[in-house]
Structure formats: C-alpha cells, structure tokens
C-alpha cells in the first residue's frame, strides 16, 4: 500500500516540518525560522527536479 499526498499539500508539509524541526534543535528565533524557510526551499525545489525528471524519464 502506497501512500499518496496530493502535490499542493506537499509545499505545506514541508514548510511546516521544516519549521518544526529547527524550532526544536535550534530554537524559536527569527534565525531559525529563517533557515526553516531556505531549508523549505531546498526542498520543494528537490521534490519539484525530482518530479521533473521522473515525468523526462517516462518519456524516453
């Protein structure tokens, strides 16, 4: 059984852990919340290459 996210939650969810995560090991600051949303952007931009190149990959 797989489980399935649709793609416009995927942003939130990772916005939201990304921000959790740093909270807890390195505090609630304005800093940390900072590197929670590069950290945020890093990801969404992977999840989005890796879609990409799943969907160039089905095509060949």
């Known amino acids: 059984m797989t489980f399935h996210v649709s793609s416009k939650y995927i942003v939130w ?28 952007s890093f990801s969404v931009s992977s999840y989005d290459l890796v879609k990409y190149f799943g969907k160039i990959r089905k095509k060949e």
């Open 13 to 40: 969810i990772l916005l939201f852990a990304s921000i959790i995560i740093n909270f807890v090991f390195f505090g609630i600051s304005f800093e940390s919340f900072f590197i929670s949303f590069v950290t945020f």
